[in-house]
């Protein structure tokens, strides 16, 4: 298939309004919504193609409410750890949006997959890891796409994720991902409208 400037336009016009989304509106996706980001995930590229990601979609109130109060427990620990000027910019920062998504996935990696038979890691293990994240990208520009948003959130325990979610052995933490309309779209990401961190270009050299 050869693809069209429009389709080049599209595709940097997603990468583009591609955000961190921690504002949510609390109306449901629609199932065929959640059912394209299921097939996005399926058609992600992976280490030796052994697609090592495990998904569980939260829908327990009870898993949610622990997943929130693990989220604010490390969110403290990190605002001590800034002084007195730094923790009160930190505390300004809306760096969740777990009251609100309609959706939320916690993802997981297995470290140890049968599928692939070890092709392409046995060197690099890091690769599954990497695979997970491809595959998380994916779903997120799908999302994007289909009008949604995601958040990442990475404030978070990966020991502590998998006793609350009693994920077998072999099962690491990769990603627990809020998903649902956004209240807003913006193509600046947070923490550079809030003066944390601004964008710097890639570093990209010739040897």
Known sequence: MNFTEADRTALSNLLRWRRDVRHFRTDPVAPEQMDALRHALDMAPSVGNARPWRVI????????????????????????????????EYLRLKLAGLDAAPEQLAVFTDTSPA???????????????????????????TARALNLGVGMVSILRPDRM???FDAPEGWQFSAYLCIGHPEFTDDTPL?????????????????
Not at 120 to 130: A, D, F, H, S
């Open 191 to 207: 923490l550079h409208r809030a003066d944390w961190q601004q964008n710097t270009p890639t570093a990209w050299e010739e040897r």
């Open 162 to 164: 998998a006793h609350i």
């Open 115 to 141: 599928q692939g038979r070890k092709l392409g890691r046995r060197t690099m293990p890091e690769t599954l890891q990497q695979s997970t994240a491809m595959a998380i990208h994916a779903l997120w520009l």
């Open 57 to 88: 979609r939260v829908t327990s109130a009870s898993l949610r409410a622990q997943v929130r109060d693990e989220f604010q427990a490390c969110n403290a620990d990190a605002a001590a750890s800034y002084d007195d000027a730094t923790r009160d």
